[in-house]
């Protein structure tokens, strides 16, 4: 071989190392086919937060078969995720996965339950260390003191349950719904949920019904929430002035409805991010785990810090505006403290 052949098969050999080798992926595994943006256009996680939720639940969802083969946990979490994420029929969400409508509706029914039975590690109202925290960063963002929770209530539309009590879940706008109230910090973290009652029931009413409001008026837990004027004003329940009138009652006007606007961008958060809030077409029972599961997954998705970006949508349960509860004696006295010690 001459010199010069030679070197020209040398420069071959070095152009053939030159050339990246094709990585052939999976692509039946979307954690290895797709990139982070893709996954969580998908998924609504990323893929960091989907493996951290697949180890949190992966016990609740093997169960012991009498025929056929164990489906993955991670995979039964993909499956659901895709449903929260895209609100579309199951039967659409199975042939993603090759999987029939029963089966997805299975998966669906039981990865909620997991994600539901995850809330007491997730849904945590701040004790008195963490509340301090808490009410500084509430002063900061709308500038009123001592809030540790905007509290609201939101509509998940859903079919008609049928029976007798259907007419109870018709809401206002003559929809069927469950009115669902939650509680969130200024960074959007959800601190309370309650789902369980029908779209007919008043938010007021919730409130007045649950855990948290008997732990605030026997001051269990700290602090004050500030909500909409569909509740009644109470020393630790500020809503806003039917008609303020003094420099100072318009400047506590002004902070109060810019430090409650976080649970705003909440719901709006939650429902861009799992559109089958939109319209549950889910048994009654696996409705309510399943918009539990959601917020859950909200909290984890701040934990992790997903970057999917949303755009703002206004809270749509604009009805309170127009229904004003009777306020109590205390709690107006403690609204006018509030307005003469820090607004005046």
């Known amino acids: ?80 995720l895709r449903f929260y994420a895209g609100g579309s029929f199951q039967i659409q969400v199975g042939d993603l996965a090759q999987l029939s409508q029963g089966t997805v509706s299975k998966l669906v029914k039981r990865v909620s339950g997991a994600l539901a039975a995850l809330r007491p590690h997730f849904i945590k109202y701040p004790n008195n260390n963490e509340a301090n925290l808490v009410r500084q960063r509430f002063y900061t963002y709308g500038g009123f003191p001592g809030v540790v929770g905007a509290i609201d209530c939101t509509h998940v539309p859903i079919k008609s349950v049928g029976g007798d009590n259907a007419e109870l879940f018709r809401d206002r706008h003559g929809n069927f719904s469950i009115n669902v109230q939650a509680v969130c910090t200024s960074d959007l973290k959800v601190t309370n949920i309650v789902a369980r009652w029908f779209g007919s029931c008043h938010d007021n009413r919730i409130f007045e019904n649950s855990t948290l409001c008997r732990q605030l008026d026997r001051e269990e837990v700290p602090g004050i929430l500030v909500g909409d004027s569909g509740y009644s004003c109470t020393p630790y329940l500020m809503t806003p002035l039917t008609m303020p009138r003094t420099a100072a009652e318009k400047r506590y006007q ?75 004696t205390s709690g107006i006295s403690a609204r006018n403290r509030i307005i003469s010690s820090h607004f005046s």
């Open 1 to 80: 071989m001459t010199l010069s052949r030679l070197q020209d098969y040398e420069d071959r050999l070095e152009r053939i190392h030159i050339v990246p080798s094709r990585q052939l992926k999976d692509k039946s595994n979307p954690m290895e086919s797709l990139s982070e943006h893709q996954f969580q256009s998908r998924y609504r996680l990323s893929k960091d937060a989907t493996v951290f939720v697949a180890d949190q639940i992966k016990n609740q969802l093997v169960s012991p078969l009498r025929r056929g083969v164990q489906i993955p946990p991670i995979l039964q979490l993909l499956v659901a």
């Open 254 to 328: 002004s902070c109060q409805i810019k430090t409650r606007n976080p649970i705003e961008r909440c719901f709006g958060t939650v429902k861009q991010r799992f559109n089958c809030l939109r319209y549950m077409r889910l048994k009654l029972s696996t409705t309510l785990t399943t918009i539990v599961a959601c917020f859950v997954l909200h909290n984890i998705a701040i934990m992790y810090r997903d970057d999917l970006e949303f755009e703002y949508e206004d809270h749509e349960d604009d009805e309170n505006e127009n229904i004003r509860n009777q306020s109590t």
